[in-house]
């Protein structure tokens, strides 16, 4: 199965701040990567799919670039309910596989 | 508006079986496949298996850890997808999500609130 390797596993900061997180691939995937937003009791919600691509109804603060096997997730002008936790997972083959999960807490 | 909800999920013992079920509204059930995933904290976050659309042949696919035990099924009359868990094992406890998994992107971009699986004696 192809493992994915994200960072941090945590991360403090600032309403306002620019944030990224990364996701590196055991093996290359193309651009077959998204990035979700985790609240406790609520639906994970799709950020970015396609490594790039901005899901409708998402702002655009919220950007993902990457391809091959390493992949960012930036988040520029935090806001207060940006501060969740967020994974990425690939869809390239089954088995899917998550990272481990970025926790974004207010400094 | 795409809704999915999963219902199903309690307290079994080991050994024991479970089936879980995901309520689908919002879109044409028939058309997409249906993914489970599930997270636990020991675990974390893993794919449980998926149903192809009967379009797709609705054939299944599962992790390797379940493979064998789990067993996902859909009634596309009713719009909802099964995930029935036999064997049980403690290591099965974890929040059960499902997803449409479209075969275009993107491919899970809608999931369900999860339903709680605790396997214990």
């Known amino acids: 199965a192809i493992q994915m390797t994200q960072s941090p596993s945590s991360l403090s900061a600032s309403v306002g701040d620019r944030v990224t997180i990364t996701c590196r691939a055991s093996q290359g995937i193309i651009n077959n990567l998204n990035w979700y937003q985790y609240k406790p009791g609520k639906a994970p919600k799709l950020l970015i799919f396609a490594a790039s691509r901005l899901q409708s109804g998402v702002p655009s603060r919220f950007s993902g670039s990457g391809s091959g096997t390493d992949f960012t997730l930036t988040i520029t002008s935090l806001q207060p309910e940006d501060f969740a936790t967020y994974y990425c997972l690939h869809d390239y083959i089954y088995p899917y596989t998550f990272g481990q999960g970025t926790k974004l807490e207010i400094k | 508006e795409v809704q999915l909800v999963e219902s199903g999920g309690g307290l079994e013992q080991p050994g024991r079986s479970l089936r879980l079920s995901c309520a689908a509204s919002?879109?044409?059930?028939?058309?997409?496949?249906v993914s489970w995933f599930r997270q636990s904290p020991g675990m974390g976050r893993e794919w449980v298996g998926f149903i192809r659309s009967k379009r797709n042949g609705g054939t299944t696919e599962y992790a390797a850890s379940v493979k064998g035990r789990f067993t996902i099924s859909r009634d596309d009359s009713r719009s909802i997808a099964y995930l029935q868990m036999s064997s049980l094992k403690v290591e099965d406890t974890a929040v059960y999500y499902c997803t449409r998994h479209s075969m275009t992107k993107p491919s899970f971009d809608f999931w369900g609130q999860g339903t709680l699986v605790t396997v214990s004696s």
């Open positions: 919002g879109f044409t059930f028939g058309d997409f496949a």
